[in-house]
């Protein structure tokens, strides 16, 4: 089966601040990758799915990008709204596994 | 508005089954794929099961296959996951998951919307 890896674990960033996430499958999986947020207490949200394709609402300091097995997500400007964990996840073929997930909070 | 309600988690002994349920509506169930994600406490998303529109494909994770069994009713607009010989590492709450549509993720996973999720209890 195809891992999933994430990294950092957690980070710390100041409001403002450029953020990004890395996600590594083990195997390439084209752009079958999607990010998802989870805020503290809350159900997780698609963000992006097609390791690029910003899902409808979500603002625009989101991207994503990459292809195969390196993948990225960006926060371009981190706001206090942002704190959570982001898990990618690999939609190609069974097993859908999610990465371990990032923690996001501010500095 | 689409709205996924799951129901049948608790505390239940090693060994033990149990069925969960999520209740769709807001949308045209029969024509979504659906899923099975849990969390246990403090931890991170595991996908556990997909099912296609029609349940004609079907998929586990290796770490509930032979255990797990998830069904679909379109007619009840209904999503189920029966639980049987339940290990303390089952132990998580377990969200139903709409898959995105197929014209955005061409999956039967890439869910888009999730309930809020049962608790099922693995404890003697």
């Known amino acids: 089966d195809i891992q999933m890896t994430q990294s950092p674990s957690s980070l710390s960033a100041s409001v403002g601040d450029r953020v990004t996430i890395t996600c590594r499958a083990s195997q390439g999986i084209s752009n079958y990758l999607a990010w998802y947020q989870q805020k503290p207490g809350k159900v997780p949200k698609l963000l992006i799915y097609a390791a690029s394709t910003l899902q409808s609402g979500v603002p625009s300091r989101f991207s994503g990008s990459g292809s195969g097995t390196d993948f990225t997500l960006t926060i371009s400007s981190l706001q206090p709204e942002d704190v959570a964990t982001y898990y990618c996840?690999?939609?190609?073929?069974?097993?859908?596994?999610f990465g371990p997930g990032t923690k996001v909070d501010i500095k | 508005e689409v709205q996924l309600v799951e129901s049948g988690g608790g505390l239940v002994k090693p060994g033990g089954s149990l069925r969960l349920s999520c209740a769709a509506s807001g949308f045209t169930f029969s024509s979504y794929s659906m899923n099975w994600v849990r969390q246990a406490p403090g931890k991170g998303l595991e996908w556990v099961s997909s099912?296609?529109?029609?349940?004609?494909?079907?998929y586990y994770a290796d770490s509930v296959k032979g255990r797990f069994t998830i069904s679909r009713d379109n007619a009840k607009n209904s999503l189920y996951l029966q639980m049987n010989s339940l290990r303390a590492e089952d132990t998580a709450v377990y969200y139903c998951a709409r898959a995105s549509p197929p014209r955005y993720c061409s999956s039967t996973s890439c869910p888009d919307y999730w309930g809020q999720g049962t608790l099922v209890t693995v404890s003697s």
């Open positions: 996840q690999k939609y190609n073929s069974a097993p859908f596994t």
């Open positions: 099912i296609s529109s029609s349940s004609s494909y079907i």
